[in-house]
């Protein structure tokens, strides 16, 4: 699907690199950096660059200061983690323009290995337009270009894409290269068979990854608040559950085209209420009025244990049930716990799934934990993403 330059194919030796991270790292009030996991996620391709004696010029966007400066949106704590993690300096060029003073100063001042972090790409409102004047600049500043944030790849903005133009080449950093090898493989070559596992609230959401994914699948399994749309389709009760009833016309038609390939839970942990410490018990066939679905129950476990034994390749999107409540994770953690023993190649493909398998303390024992939870929903889709598919091809 993709077969792009790889920060190892390209000549960096004394060359300015201008690298683009993905740093949108959560902060606490006093603007300490809560969960680094994106920071280390970057670092070999940085490392990479720095001993191969490039000048490394890394950017980055975080959160949404929808193009002006708010200090409490400043990529200065990233540099100063950044700067203990890789054991050397990593200057901050504090300009709010990104590309001011600061920044032209400290590229002027740098020798083979340095790294320098430019302010947040998003200070300025060009970057999410696409803006071509902003991508320019950006440009100006390096000699060739690597993308390693993978988390905005399905975004076309002037930091990942625009840069592209004036940049050449353009290469993939580890990061992406390995998402493109788990994700794109898994849904285009897979080892079969190949299941996938849709949990999570709506169907509306996942309309076109289900699409998709049967059209490729050995087995779609679902779970969480979107089986409930299903069970309605299937003319069961769904009590007080989480219920789309725009969509269970869909969810008809899925059921008659998908055949066998369709799995749905067949028995579901109701509560009477929306909270952990709720009654609860197992329904079978439909769920009574009064009641709500907030977990796949022992039986659905079972079936989709078996389903998933001979399994080679599982992508798995979603959480089974309202695992942050944990009477209710029990579903997700059965499910988690399969995949960990799986001899297959198991990915887990962003958002809360990668939380629910974190929480569990299963996340080493996963192939590939995807970084970007949108962009692997699109590549599920099977749509192009324009941060890859601006680099230069091999």
């Not at 683009?20 to 300490?32: M, Q, W, Y």
């Not at 200057?91 to 003073?101: K, M």
Request: hydrophobic fraction near 40%; charged fraction near 25%.
């Amino acid at each position: 699907m993709y077969n792009k330059l790889t920060v190892e194919d390209i000549e960096v030796k004394g060359k300015k690199v201008l690298v683009r991270c993905d740093f949108n790292v959560p902060l606490d009030e006093n603007g300490n950096i809560t969960d680094e996991n994106r920071i280390v996620g970057a670092l070999p391709t940085i490392q990479y660059l720095i001993d191969n004696g490039a000048k490394v010029i890394l950017c980055s966007h975080m959160g949404k200061p929808k193009g002006e400066p708010k200090p409490e949106l400043s990529l200065a704590p990233v540099a100063k983690r950044l700067s203990e993690k890789l054991g050397k300096e990593v200057i901050f060029a504090a300009d709010d323009n990104v590309v001011g003073e600061h920044a032209k100063a400290a590229v002027a001042a740098m020798n083979d290995g340095d790294v320098v972090l430019l302010e947040n790409t998003r200070y300025r409102a060009e970057e999410t337009k696409n803006v071509d004047e902003f991508s320019k600049e950006l440009a100006s500043l390096a000699d060739v270009f690597v993308n390693d944030a993978f988390g905005t790849a399905h975004r076309a903005h002037c930091s990942n894409v625009g840069v592209t133009q004036y940049l050449k080449p353009a290469a993939a950093g580890y990061l992406i290269e390995k998402e493109i090898k788990f994700l794109g493989n898994a849904v285009n070559n897979p080892v079969r068979p190949l299941v996938a596992i849709l949990g999570g609230s709506k169907v509306s959401s996942k309309i076109s990854v289900i699409e998709n994914l049967l059209k490729k699948v050995d087995k779609l399994i679902i779970g969480g608040g979107m089986a409930y749309t299903f069970m309605a389709a299937q003319g069961k009760g769904t009590g007080t559950s989480l219920l789309e009833p725009d969509f269970i016309d869909y969810a008809k038609k899925m059921l008659d085209e998908a055949g066998d390939k369709l799995v749905l839970p067949i028995d579901t942990v109701v509560a009477k209420e929306f909270s952990n410490d709720s009654e609860s018990k197992i329904a079978e066939n439909g769920i009574e009025d009064g009641w709500m679905g907030l977990d796949i129950g022992p039986k659905s476990v079972a079936l989709f244990t078996d389903v998933l034994k001979d399994a080679k390749t599982v992508v798995w999107n979603g959480p089974m049930g309202v695992f942050e409540m944990p009477n209710f994770a029990k579903g997700t953690n059965a499910i988690a716990q399969v995949l960990a023993d799986l001899d297959a190649t198991t990915i887990i493909g962003g958002g809360d799934s990668v939380a629910a398998v974190n929480k569990a303390g299963l996340g080493s024992k996963m192939s590939h934990i995807s970084t970007g939870g949108g962009a692997s929903m699109e590549f599920l889709e099977g749509k192009e993403l324009p941060g890859i598919a601006a680099l230069t091809d091999k």
